[in-house]
């Protein structure tokens, strides 16, 4: 099997240490690098994580039900339809959730799920049931987009959860995004299929991630089916990274609704592991092609979000914007063993 392109170098500071009589301290500092996605991190020898429970409250507060255009009273005032072509009465429902238009779109075809009426839902209450309706929405929005054959090849589901993960309002809702071209890291991603695919005389660099992951478990937290988990090698965010595979799943339309179920399960734990840890926030974001390919399978990732108190200090800085690099202060390996007892 063709090597997956996982690199990892050590390195080590030495500093005086203050809180122990100035004596010499060495701090091991793992970095490392994915040739698949292009990220490289550093992964650091201290624990950091949100000490005590978020106060959501606060943010409740400054954004009431009376001001949010996704509650029952402004709804119909304030979100855009779509043009009857697409969809008769401008916005698509299935169950309690709704689908329209992003009104600040970032491509043709963007646009906005909520999961219900429900303004606020907590971390530990984001149930299969509770999210269900909500990506089942996206689905039937995405075969719609499938059948008015306007030459769309990609698309994903997105999820900012929360104001620390960059969400605008915190009534819980999903974004999508169809387009003719791929995104960045999707771009990435294919590439890195197909260049492995060239040089493995035709191996599929998926399968192969998780050959490699399941046999040394260092990061495979579990396959629930159809879907394998596990913690990124080289993650993207502070707190680390959770990714999840749709094993021979080559296009959007591949998945069932029993796929769904299964991944919205697993989501639901994942947050629940989450909320017991303090955090409060995440992003989630959903890949697929909308046909076949065969070097690509759909695949996720879920990055979780905190503030660093007690000032709420973001936890992006310059290392990540400017240079590039991921600081992470939780080894992916003990966040893979934290994971799996929820998984049971």
Request: a negative charge.
């Amino acid at each position: 099997m063709k090597d997956i392109g996982f690199h990892k170098d050590l390195t080590t500071g030495c500093y005086l240490n203050p809180f122990d009589g100035f004596e010499p301290k060495d701090m091991p500092i793992e970095e490392r690098y994915d040739e698949t996605t292009g990220v490289a991190s550093r992964i650091l020898p201290y624990r950091v994580h949100p000490a005590r429970k978020p106060d959501t409250d606060a943010y409740v507060e400054k954004s009431p039900e009376s001001i949010c255009p996704f509650c029952p009273e402004l709804f119909e005032k304030l979100t855009p339809k779509f043009t009857p072509d697409i969809v008769e009465g401008g916005k698509f429902k299935k169950g309690s959730a709704f689908l329209f238009p992003n009104a600040f779109p970032y491509d043709a075809a963007n646009a906005v799920a909520i999961l219900s009426s429900r303004h606020f839902i907590p971390l530990d209450q984001l149930t299969a049931e509770t999210m269900r309706d909500g990506f089942a929405i996206c689905r039937d929005y995405f075969f719609r987009i499938a059948e008015l054959q306007k030459g769309y090849q990609y698309c994903s589901i997105n999820w900012n959860y929360m104001p620390p993960a960059g969400g605008g309002l915190i009534h819980p809702h999903l974004q999508t995004i169809v387009g003719k071209k791929p995104t960045n890291f999707m771009r990435r991603l294919l590439a890195s299929a197909q260049n492995y695919m060239a040089a493995s005389d035709g191996g599929n660099l998926w399968r192969n991630i998780l050959v490699m992951e399941e046999e040394t478990k260092e990061r495979y937290i579990v396959s629930t089916g159809t879907i394998s988990w596990l913690t990124a090698f080289s993650p993207k965010g502070m707190a680390g990274e959770v990714d999840f595979y749709f094993k021979e799943k080559t296009s959007f339309f591949d998945l069932t609704e029993a796929n769904f179920d299964e991944m919205l399960l697993g989501l639901s734990r994942v947050f629940l592991y989450l909320y017991v840890n303090n955090y409060m926030s995440f992003n989630l974001s959903l890949y697929a092609t909308m046909t076949p390919d065969k070097n690509f399978w759909v695949q996720g990732k879920i990055m979780p979000r905190f503030e660093l108190n007690p000032l709420g200090t973001s936890d992006i800085n310059y290392f990540e914007k400017l240079h590039d690099e991921i600081i992470c202060p939780i080894a992916p390996e003990q966040l893979c063993k934290e994971l799996r007892s929820y998984f049971v």
